[in-house]
C-alpha cells in the first residue's frame, strides 16, 4: 500500500493507506483524530471540514495521498498548548452556538476560514451565504451566525475580548 | 442560587469537549479486534426473494461472515416489536404483520435490509456486499397513500387486506353531526402533511461486542433511549436477559424523534457479534440513512369547522390518512392517533369533534415520530383550517383565534377529545406576540415591498401541545405497551458532592447543564459539586428516556422527588447530630439547620455521617445517602403560544424568504433560557423547513427519489431568518417543577404561520391553501397561473 507523509495539528505523521482512502478516513480511523466527523456522502454537510494549507476543505471530498506534504489542522488543534480556546470555539460556547455538537467541528473549521479570508468583516447575510457549505439540524444557526460575527470582532482585532451574549 | 440555578443562562458544560473534537459518539467508539458491517439493502420497494448467492462475498478478502435472514430465523430470532396497540372502530386490534430484522421471503421497501457482510475493514466489507448475488422478482410497489388504497393495489403484507393497518376513532361522531346540521357556515380544507426525513446530522451507529467468558453483550448505539432498546432488543427479538445486555448510548448527534426506535443493525451487530466472537460495528452512510431512518408525517387530511352566526367554532371533522411505510416502526401507531386527534382541540372551544384515521401499509420507509409527532399534523391543520374560518365569515384571522380562544379563567379545561389542559393564557402569549412581531405595522411593510417588486405576507398560529408523556396508566388504556414514568438515582458522595443518575438521555438538549442547574438549586451547592450521567443502562436505573419534551416535566421531576427523599433522611441525621426534633430542622443553601438557632450543619458533614455512621441513629436510619425515586405523571403538559412568519416573495422566481419570525411561547417555568431559546428556534428551523424547503418524494413505483442531502432540501444558514424568541409563561399545576417543556412546540407552532404568510402574501392570486412544501416552482406556478388582473394600477 502506498504511504502518505503529512503534518497533523503541527505533528509529523505518516501512514499506509490505500489509493481510496480519503482524508477524513486517515484523520479518524488510522490516526483516531475523531473530532472531524462524516455526516454524508455527497459533500453536502461540511461536518468534516478541516484546514489543509490554510483553506478550509471537505476531508470527505479528498483523497488522503492528495493530502501528501501538507499542512493538516482539525479541530484537535484549534486551542493553544495550554488549553486556550480559539476566538470561535470560545464563541460558539458564549453564544450556545451549539446543540449536540455533532455539525460543531465541521462549523468551527469553516467559519474560522471565513472570517480569515474577510478581513473587511462580514455582515450577518455574508455569514450565512458563507455558511452554504455547512448544515446544522439542532440550531437553526441563528446563535451559529452570532457567534461568528463575535469572533471575527476579535480575529480582526477589532476588540481584544469576545463581546458577551446578551445577559436573559 | 441566584446565579446558576432556576433561571440562569448558565453556558453548558458539554460544549467544552463538543469543541474540542473530544466527543464520544458511537462511530468515535472502536473496540480491540472490532470487525465492520456493511448491510446489503433492497434497491427494489417491492420484490420477491428467489435466492441470495452469498458464495463470492464469503470468499472475498477479509470477510469473517454474512448472514441472511433465514440465519436469524435458523436461530428463533423474533421480528422487530410494535410498541404500541391501536384498536379500530369496531375494537379489534390493528394488523400488525411481522417484520424480520434481514428480510425473509420478501422486500417491502428500498433500504429493506436483506444481508449483512462482515469484514476486518469497512473497505473490504463494501466491496464484499457487491458480491452477495440477490434474485428478485419484483413486484408492483405502492409507495402512497393513494396508490396503496386503490382497489387492486399490490399487498405490501400478504395478509392485510387492502393495506389497512387500522381504521380508528376519536369523539362523538352525533354531537358534531348536529353540530353541522346547525351551522351558519362550514370551512372546508383538504391538505397534505408532507412526508420529511429526520436527517440527525449523526448518522445512526452502532456497535456489538460479546464477552465469551461472561456472556455479556454490550451494545454501544445512537440511541434517545438505551434501556427501551434493551428491553425491545433483549426481550422480543435476540432472547438475552436483561442481566446479560448492556446498552449504551453516548453522546447523540440529535435524534429529533429517529433514534428512539429500535432498528434492525442494532440486533444485528448485537447477535453476529456473538457468532463471529469479535465486536462489530456499522456506521450508516447517509444515503442508507435516507432509506432506513424511520421517516416522518406523511397524511392526507380532509376537515371541516361548523360556525355560528359569529365565527364561534360549532363542530369540527376530519377524515385523515397516515402512512405507516412498510412496517409498523417502534411507536408508528400512535403518532396519528393518540398524539393526533387528542391535540384537535387546540386552543380553542370547538364542542364537538370527530375525527377518524385510517393507516395504511405502504411500499416505502416506516414513518414514526418525527420532532412533534402528530401534534405538528394536528396544528397544521387546525391553524390553516381557523384561516380559512376567518375568510368564510370575513373576519380578521386574529379576530376569530380571539372569539373562540379557551378563556384563561376556563382551566383546567376539559376538551371533547379526551385530554384535559391544566393551563395556559392564549390571550397573553397572542398580544405579546402580535406586539413583538408589530402586527399592528404590517400593512405598510406589505407596501413597502410592493414598491421593491416583493410580494410580502403575515401568518400566524395560536397552537397548542400535548407533551410531558406521559401517564402510564392513560397510555396503557390507550394501547402503549409500556410504562411512561421516568426515573432518577441521586447519589451524595461521602463528601458532598452529587451524582445523579438520570434515565433520560441527551443528544443536544443540554441535560448536563439544565440538571445540575436544578440540582444546584435544590440542594445549595455550586453545578461543578454535581455530575449528571446518563445513556449507560449498565449505570442508570430503568428509565424511559427522551422523547416528547419529557426529559425536564417528567424526569426533572423525578429528580425532584429523590432529591426531597435526600433531604427527609438528611435532616433525620442532623436532627441526631444537632440533638434537635426532626421537625425542627429546615434545609436552605445547602445547610441543615435547627429552625431559629444557627446551629447547622451542611450537607458534606450530614453525608460524611452517612457513610461513616460512627455517631448515627443506626437503629432508626440505614447508612448511606442516596435515593431514587420513580415519578409517574398525573397528566400531559400542554405548552402552547403564538408563532407569527413574515415572508416576501419574489414574483419573478417564486423563492420565498422567511424575512421575521417570532415566537412567544409559553413553556412553562424556565430553567436555563438560553438553552429554552436555542431548543425554541431549532424547532422553528425545522418547521420552516418542512413548510418551504422539505419533502420526500417517492416516484410512483416507489424508489426514492429524495434520496441524498443533493436531493432533499435542508435548511441551509442563508435560507432562515433570526428567530426571535419570547416566554409568556404560565406554570403546570401537576408537576413539581411548573415546567412543561420547549423541545417541539417551535416544529407545532411554524409551519401554518409559515404557509399562512405565503398565502397572505399570494391573496391576490386567487389561492387560499398551499401545501407544503411551497417550493418556488409550486409559488411561481401560482403567481403565473392567476396573475391579478391590471385594471386596478
Ligand atoms: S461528510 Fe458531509 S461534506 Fe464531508
Ligand atoms: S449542533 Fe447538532 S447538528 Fe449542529
Not at chain 1, 32 to 55: E, I, K, P, Y
Not at chain 2, 249 to 272: L, M, N, R
Not at chain 2, 365 to 390: H, I, K, N, S
Not at chain 2, 587 to 599: C, I, L, P, S
Amino acid at each position: 500500500m502506498p504511504r502518505v507523509s503529512l503534518t497533523v495539528n503541527g505533528k509529523p505523521v505518516s501512514a499506509e493507506v490505500e489509493d481510496r482512502t480519503l482524508l477524513v478516513e486517515l484523520l479518524r480511523e488510522t490516526l483516531r483524530l475523531t473530532g472531524t466527523h462524516v455526516g454524508c456522502d455527497t459533500s453536502q454537510c461540511g461536518a468534516c471540514v478541516v484546514h489543509v494549507n490554510g483553506d478550509s476543505i471537505k476531508s470527505c471530498t479528498l483523497l488522503a495521498r492528495q493530502a501528501e506534504g501538507a499542512e493538516v489542522v482539525t479541530i484537535e488543534g484549534l486551542a493553544a498548548a495550554d488549553g486556550t480556546l480559539h476566538p470561535m470555539q470560545e464563541a460558539f460556547r458564549e453564544y450556545h452556538a451549539l446543540q449536540c455538537g455533532f455539525c460543531t467541528p465541521g462549523m468551527v473549521m469553516s467559519a474560522i476560514d471565513l472570517v480569515k479570508k474577510n478581513p473587511q468583516g462580514l455582515s450577518e447575510q455574508e455569514i450565512r451565504e458563507g455558511l452554504e457549505g455547512n448544515l446544522c439540524r439542532c440550531t437553526g444557526y441563528h446563535n451559529i451566525v452570532k457567534a461568528i460575527d463575535a469572533a471575527q470582532q476579535v480575529m480582526h482585532g477589532k476588540v481584544k475580548e469576545l463581546p458577551r451574549a446578551a445577559a436573559e | 442560587m441566584g446565579f446558576e440555578g432556576i433561571g440562569a443562562s448558565v453556558k453548558r458544560r458539554e460544549d467544552l469537549r463538543f469543541l474540542s473534537g473530544r466527543g464520544n459518539y458511537t462511530d468515535d467508539i472502536n473496540r480491540p479486534g472490532q470487525l465492520h458491517a456493511v448491510i446489503v439493502r433492497s434497491p427494489h420497494p417491492h420484490a420477491r426473494i428467489t435466492a441470495i448467492d452469498t458464495a463470492a462475498a464469503r470468499a472475498a478478502p477479509g470477510v469473517a461472515a454474512v448472514f441472511v435472514g433465514e440465519d436469524m430465523a435458523a436461530e428463533n430470532i423474533g421480528g422487530l416489536p410494535c410498541g404500541w396497540q391501536v384498536k379500530n372502530k369496531d375494537g379489534s386490534p390493528m394488523a400488525e404483520p411481522p417484520h424480520p430484522v434481514l428480510a425473509i421471503g420478501k422486500v417491502r421497501h428500498v433500504g429493506d435490509p436483506v444481508a449483512v457482510v462482515i469484514a476486518e475493514t469497512k473497505a473490504q466489507a463494501r466491496d464484499a456486499a457487491e458480491l452477495v448475488s440477490v434474485t428478485y422478482e419484483e413486484l408492483k410497489g405502492a409507495p402512497t397513500l393513494e396508490a396503496a388504497l386503490k382497489p387492486g393495489a399490490p399487498a405490501v403484507h400478504d395478509d392485510v387486506p387492502g393495506n389497512v393497518c387500522y381504521d380508528w376513532h376519536l369523539g362523538d361522531k352525533d354531537a358534531t353531526d348536529a353540530a353541522f346540521a346547525g351551522a351558519h357556515k362550514v370551512a372546508r380544507l383538504e391538505l397534505v402533511n408532507n412526508r420529511l426525513i429526520p436527517n440527525a446530522m449523526e448518522p445512526r451507529a452502532a456497535v456489538g461486542e460479546y464477552d465469551t467468558m461472561s456472556g455479556e453483550y454490550t451494545l454501544y448505539t445512537t440511541s434517545q433511549n438505551p434501556h427501551v432498546i434493551r428491553l425491545l432488543m433483549g426481550a422480543f427479538v435476540l432472547h438475552i436477559p436483561e442481566h446479560k445486555l448492556r446498552v449504551v448510548a453516548p453522546d447523540v448527534g440529535g435524534g429529533f424523534g429517529s433514534k428512539i426506535y429500535h432498528y434492525a443493525e442494532e440486533a444485528i451487530v448485537t447477535w453476529a457479534s456473538a457468532k463471529v466472537k469479535r465486536p462489530v460495528k456499522w456506521t450508516a452512510e447517509r444515503t442508507e440513512s435516507f432509506m432506513s431512518d424511520a421517516h416522518g408525517r406523511d397524511h392526507v387530511t380532509v376537515a371541516e369547522m361548523a360556525m355560528d352566526a359569529n365565527g364561534k367554532f360549532l363542530g369540527l371533522r376530519v377524515r385523515t390518512l397516515a402512512n405507516m411505510g412498510a412496517y409498523l416502526s417502534t411507536f408508528a401507531p400512535c403518532v396519528p392517533t393518540y398524539l393526533y386527534a387528542t391535540l384537535l382541540a387546540g386552543t380553542y372551544t370547538t364542542p364537538a369533534i370527530y375525527a377518524e384515521v385510517k393507516a395504511v401499509f405502504t411500499n416505502s420507509v416506516p414513518v414514526d415520530a418525527y420532532r412533534g409527532a402528530g401534534r405538528p399534523e394536528a396544528t397544521f391543520l387546525l391553524e390553516r383550517l381557523v384561516d380559512q374560518c376567518a375568510i368564510e365569515m370575513g373576519l380578521d384571522r386574529v379576530e376569530i383565534r380571539k372569539r373562540n380562544f379557551i378563556p384563561s379563567s376556563a382551566f383546567p379545561y376539559q376538551t371533547p377529545v379526551a385530554l384535559q389542559y391544566d393551563s395556559g393564557d392564549y390571550g397573553a402569549t397572542l398580544e405579546a406576540c402580535l406586539k413583538a412581531a408589530d402586527w399592528a405595522g404590517f400593512e405598510a411593510r406589505r407596501a413597502e415591498a410592493k414598491a421593491r417588486g416583493k410580494l410580502r405576507g403575515i401568518g400566524i398560529s395560536t397552537y397548542l401541545e400535548a407533551c410531558g408523556i406521559a401517564p402510564s396508566a392513560v397510555v396503557g388504556s390507550l394501547g402503549a405497551r409500556a410504562g411512561l414514568y421516568e426515573v432518577a438515582n441521586i447519589r451524595v458522595n461521602p463528601t458532598g458532592s452529587i451524582t445523579v443518575f438520570t434515565g433520560t438521555h441527551s443528544h443536544g438538549q443540554g441535560h448536563e447543564t439544565t440538571f445540575a442547574q436544578l440540582m444546584a438549586d435544590k440542594f445549595g451547592i455550586p453545578m461543578d459539586q454535581i455530575e449528571i450521567v446518563h445513556g449507560d443502562t449498565a449505570r442508570i436505573p430503568f428509565g424511559m428516556g427522551t422523547y416528547g419534551s419529557r426529559s425536564l416535566a417528567v424526569g426533572g421531576s423525578a429528580m425532584v422527588k429523590a432529591a426531597d427523599k435526600i433531604i427527609a433522611k438528611g435532616k433525620k441525621i442532623a436532627a441526631h447530630l444537632l440533638e434537635a426534633d426532626a421537625a425542627d430542622i429546615e434545609f436552605k443553601d445547602g445547610r441543615f439547620q435547627v429552625a431559629g438557632t444557627d446551629r447547622a450543619k451542611a450537607l458534606a458533614e450530614i453525608s460524611l455521617t452517612a457513610y461513616v455512621p460512627h455517631n448515627y441513629p443506626i437503629e432508626e436510619l440505614e447508612p448511606g445517602l442516596e435515593e431514587t425515586a420513580f415519578y409517574d405523571p398525573k397528566n400531559f403538559t400542554f405548552p402552547g403560544g403564538c408563532h407569527i412568519a413574515e415572508v416576501e416573495i419574489d414574483p419573478d422566481t417564486g423563492v420565498t424568504h422567511v424575512v421575521n419570525f417570532t415566537a412567544v411561547d409559553d413553556v412553562g417555568r424556565v430553567i436555563n433560557p438560553m438553552i429554552v431559546e436555542g431548543q425554541i428556534q431549532g424547532g422553528v428551523a425545522q418547521g420552516i423547513g418542512q413548510a418551504l424547503l422539505e419533502t420526500c418524494v417517492y416516484d410512483e413505483d416507489g424508489q426514492l427519489i429524495s434520496g441524498s442531502m443533493m436531493d432533499y432540501t435542508m435548511p441551509r444558514a442563508d435560507d432562515l431568518p433570526n428567530i426571535s424568541v419570547g416566554t409568556a409563561i404560565t406554570l403546570c399545576t401537576h408537576n413539581p417543577l411548573g415546567v412543561k417543556g420547549c423541545g417541539e412546540v417551535g416544529a407545532i407552532g411554524s409551519p401554518p404561520a409559515v404557509i399562512g404568510a405565503v398565502v397572505d402574501a399570494l391573496k391576490d392570486h386567487g389561492v387560499r391553501h398551499i401545501d407544503m412544501p411551497a417550493t418556488p416552482q409550486k409559488v411561481w406556478g401560482i403567481i403565473n397561473a392567476n396573475r391579478p388582473r391590471m385594471a386596478a394600477e
